[in-house]
């Protein structure tokens, strides 16, 4: 489909400094966890429970307090084993070995007692994906809701199924998984990623993370934000997983969901960074990017 125009908007870099100004909330130091915020991650699969795995861990390396994690019957044991700070629910699955659609009213359930919630992870069915998101969007009412992987696709045929979220709705995709939102070609996103970011803010009335070299975050009404923190080592399996999480994470903590974005992007990036200048750009895991998120979080807005 032929671009009818280029976008006009000029994106603001994500800095240290930038963000230093932008601070993120910070508990009481009189508070416990609940202060902390809740999150709860929905995902993973027989084939693929280590992915829910990274990105609930990586939510709570970003500062949140209590974690629930929704997976799979088959993997919940596993992932409760790994994750020994959650609290995790075993859902009902389909033959593949993925989370069945008619888990969405438990899933809600639990939805109502977090401040974030976090779809897709380790899903692998899009079908499936896209039939439980179909039944538990509109069931979330008052968290922030980050979708990620193939909970995204479902929105390709049903645009405004996210617009009842009031802008508290996250997008993680990459450029071929845009394409398939917008029904473009990957290459059309690939030669003009702004435009596509910001007619994705519009068109679901979300906050959109395109990821890339160069990830854009949008959010509707024209506000862009660009990062190039980040290298080539960032590519890996389970990267995109660490970066929900954290994304998870910090709006649980009560971040606005551009700014939960534009955080982990930046994190996220600077992570791989000090992980490639010990260890070499190709070769970290992307559980290697955890440990780093806390104390860059505390030193963000000083390392200039």
Known sequence: MARQRKSAIKPRPLTSSLLSRWPLPQPDEDGDKEDRGRVLVVGGSREMPGAVI??????LRAGAGKLRIATARSVAQLVASEVPEARVFALP????????????KKIARQAERVQAVLVGPGMIDDRAAGRLMRRLVSRITLAALVVDAAALFVLARHADALHGLDGRAILTPHAEEMGKLLGEDESAIESDPMLAAERAAERFQSVI????RRTLIARPGGEVYSNRTGNVGLATSGSGDVLAGIIAGLAARGAE?????????????R???RLAKRMGKLGFLARELLGEIPPLMNSCGRDK
């Open 54 to 59: 990274l990105a609930a861990t990586a939510a």
């Open 93 to 104: 699955e389909t033959k593949g070995g993925d989370i069945a659609p008619s888990a969405a």
């Open 209 to 212: 993370v395109l990821k890339g």
């Open 257 to 269: 969901p551009v700014q939960a974005a534009a955080w982990a992007v930046y994190l996220h990036g």
């Open 271 to 273: 992570a791989g960074d």
